[in-house]
């Protein structure tokens, strides 16, 4: 059986843990027993992985416009769809688009028995599309507004045609059975659990240590934490027990980010640390008492969500923040969940919870244990090729 994940996704850094997800779903489904590839972008190139070999390159002209640069690129990936004649095809998408149906009847046509299965990233959406349109307008991104308002136009043209060519959709997000009248399975965002190893108890003496791993989206809400921590330094808390936040990234908020440590006098409390590659990311993970999850959900009208930011940190063994309803158990002793909303995080309690999962390292191995049970992609991807299997068989 011949699997394929069709992602449009960058192999630069920025986009690195997307493009991590990318593989971990697709060895996941490899090691169920398909003979599993992915597709992802280099430039102006679509390549096709196994793994981490690179086995076939396919370059577009130089310049493009976005959506030419679009069809551009479904018009390569057909081409790997139709030699490659594969029984599940997995499109990695936000909103339907004219690129997926395309890509989808090419894989029904290329094999009849084709399982073809589109992938909701974030559900539900208008939330982040209303988002991105009110900070083009308010930045005056003229191009970048116009261009958010033709992807929704596409969207609302394309929904009609994905019931055609697509079995299933994959959903991340709020519960939902159907979509676009298409049968939906939910789904956790994973890791390969392998990748990740025990926390070992390197704690820092001088205090907590917060650790803070910024994505590619905007909903990490560490503003949240900075504020916090501010108001944890007026009310005397550094006097009973040091806090320290740890970041790591540098997209585009860790600029706003860094003035905001400045402007609230707590910079010499909050270190940015770049970007850091799997191994130093697990040192951090050893050394730092807790991580923090998405803490800003609600600026999208975001409840429900699974990123993969909380599974990473869940694999790794450090407890960690979030603010969004989540398939946990509400009794984890692992995870501290706090409102979804814009008011500063009480550092106070965070001590607490730090301090309290210091004295009880069995919290981490427990931690460990759920990912394992819960959070491997081989387990997720299985639910999804179950899912389809039966779809297939009604």
């Known amino acids: 059986m011949k699997f394929l994940y069709v992602s449009s996704v960058s192999k630069s850094r920025q986009y690195s843990g997307i493009l991590k997800k990318v593989a971990g779903q697709t060895k996941g489904v490899s090691e169920l027993g398909w003979d599993a590839f992915y597709t992802c972008m280099e430039g102006d190139s679509v390549i096709l992985c196994k793994g981490d070999n690179t086995l076939q390159r396919e370059t577009f002209p130089n310049g493009l416009r976005w959506r030419d640069r679009q069809e551009a690129a479904a018009d390569k990936i057909c081409g790997f769809v139709e030699n490659?004649?594969?029984?599940?095809?997995?499109i990695k998408g936000f909103l339907a688009s004219p690129y997926a149906c395309k890509i989808a009847a090419c894989a029904k046509k290329s094999n009849q028995k084709c399982r073809v299965i589109f992938e909701i990233a974030t559900y539900p959406y208008w939330g982040t599309?209303?988002?991105?349109?009110?900070?083009?307008?308010?930045?005056?991104?003229?191009?970048s507004f116009l261009g958010h308002l033709f992807e929704i136009g596409q969207h609302i043209t394309s929904m009609p045609q994905m019931k055609r060519n697509v079995n299933m959709l994959a959903v991340f997000g709020k519960p939902v059975k159907k979509l676009w009248k298409i049968p939906c399975v939910m789904l956790d965002n994973g890791i390969t659990?392998?990748?990740f190893h025990s926390k070992t108890y390197k704690y820092a003496k001088d205090?907590?240590?917060?650790?803070?791993?910024?994505?590619?989206?905007?909903?990490?809400?560490?503003?949240?934490?900075?504020?916090?921590?501010?108001?944890?330094?007026?009310?005397?808390?550094?006097?009973?027990?040091p806090v320290y936040f740890d970041i790591v990234g540098g997209n585009d908020t860790i600029k706003e980010l860094k003035s905001e440590a400045l402007k609230l006098q707590i910079a010499q409390n909050v270190s940015f640390l770049g970007y850091k590659n799997s191994k130093e990311l697990q040192q951090l993970y050893d050394?730092?008492?807790?991580?923090?999850?998405?803490?800003g959900g609600f600026s999208y009208h975001l409840n429900y969500m699974?990123?993969?930011?909380?599974?990473?940190?869940?694999?790794?063994?450090?407890?960690?923040?979030?603010?969004?309803e989540d398939t946990l158990p509400p009794d984890a002793p692992f995870a501290m969940k706090i409102p979804n909303d814009s008011?500063?995080?009480?550092?106070?309690?965070?001590?607490k919870f730090a301090e309290n999962c210091r004295r009880n390292p069995e919290i981490s191995v427990q931690e460990r244990q759920y990912a394992a049970d819960h959070y491997d992609w081989k387990i997720i991807m299985k639910r999804v090729l179950d899912f389809a299997d039966a779809d297939d068989k009604e």
């Open 193 to 195: 659990f392998t990748d």
């Open 343 to 351: 008011s500063p995080v009480n550092i106070g309690n965070v001590v």
């Open 84 to 90: 490659g004649k594969y029984d599940a095809v997995y």
């Open 129 to 143: 599309w209303l988002q991105l349109l009110k900070t083009d307008f308010k930045s005056h991104q003229l191009r």
């Open 287 to 295: 050394y730092c008492d807790i991580a923090v999850s998405v803490l």
């Open 207 to 241: 205090g907590i240590h917060i650790l803070g791993v910024v994505g590619t989206t905007l909903s990490h809400g560490y503003s949240r934490v900075l504020n916090g921590i501010a108001k944890y330094k007026d009310q005397g808390g550094f006097a009973k027990m």
């Open 306 to 324: 699974s990123p993969i930011k909380s599974r990473e940190y869940c694999a790794a063994g450090i407890p960690f923040l979030y603010a969004y």
